[in-house]
């Protein structure tokens, strides 16, 4: 069964902290993304990349950075968290070549900035 | 400007009821519409994906419309069931004038189904 998966369903860290939130793809998709979730905001991209060692700011980047070392992993780094930093965190993943595949998402990592 | 709006923002229905759900976009040119659904602390997940030149399709107790004209396109539940409680989210791509493309993501609606 392919898929997405997101290392940490819950994570709980401390005003300040640096936080990785690791996603994994077994599909050898070319594209990957992070998105943040918020109620009433729907999902918002804030990072993309499309190739090994690629990246693209999405529309909300402030705070983060990315890094794709392997095609299959892509990291999301919050280089210090802050309470608005509080969300769910969704990785998905799509093959190359236009937008009629749609993306896979993982379960998601929600996180909580204390 | 480009946007995807979904209506109502939530819905609560009996079991065994049918239910319908709206999304409006302004996203050009158009080229599909996926429905996601999202149930609770899970990642999205596809549907449906309409493209163009289709009106209707139907996935189980799922059916999805598009307009293309009215740019409107609606889900349609038939004889809800307690695991249909979920946000269903529409979600269209836009292509920039240079680069990958971008998706636009309703807020999405959330259903809840009683017993």
């Known amino acids: 069964d392919v898929k997405v998966t997101q290392s940490s369903r819950y994570l709980v860290k401390r005003t300040g902290e640096k936080v990785f939130l690791e996603c994994v793809q077994d599909?050898?998709?070319?594209?990957m993304f992070w998105y943040r979730q918020d109620p009433g905001l729907g999902l918002r991209l804030i990072y993309f990349?499309?190739?090994?060692?690629?990246?693209e700011k999405g529309d909300i980047p402030e705070g983060y950075s990315v890094s794709r070392e392997k095609k299959e992993r892509f990291s999301l780094i919050l280089e210090s968290a802050s309470t608005n930093q509080t969300s769910m965190y969704l990785c998905?993943?799509?093959?190359?070549?236009?937008?009629?595949?749609?993306?896979?998402f993982g379960s998601g990592t929600r996180l909580t900035v204390v | 400007k480009n946007q995807v709006e979904q209506s109502p923002q939530s819905l609560i229905i009996l079991e065994g009821k049918n239910c319908t759900l709206q999304?409006?976009?302004?996203?050009?040119?158009?080229?599909?519409l996926r429905w996601y659904k999202q149930d609770t602390g899970r990642g999205p997940v596809s549907l449906t994906i309409?493209?163009?030149?289709?009106n209707t399709k139907s996935n189980g107790r799922y059916t999805a419309t598009l307009d293309a004209d009215t740019k409107q396109s609606s889900l349609h539940i038939t004889a809800s069931q307690l695991s249909d409680s979920a946000s269903y989210i529409c979600?269209?791509?836009?292509?920039?004038?240079?680069?990958?493309?971008?998706?636009?993501f309703g807020t999405g609606t959330r259903l809840k189904v009683l017993a």
């Open positions: 599909m050898d998709h070319e594209n």
């Open positions: 979600v269209v791509p836009r292509r920039p004038t240079s680069g990958t493309y971008k998706y636009i």
């Open positions: 990349s499309y190739d090994v060692k690629m990246k």
């Open positions: 999304c409006n976009y302004t996203v050009s040119p158009f080229s599909n």
């Open positions: 309409m493209t163009f030149s289709e």
């Open positions: 998905a993943s799509s093959p190359g070549g236009g937008t009629n595949y749609g993306y896979t």
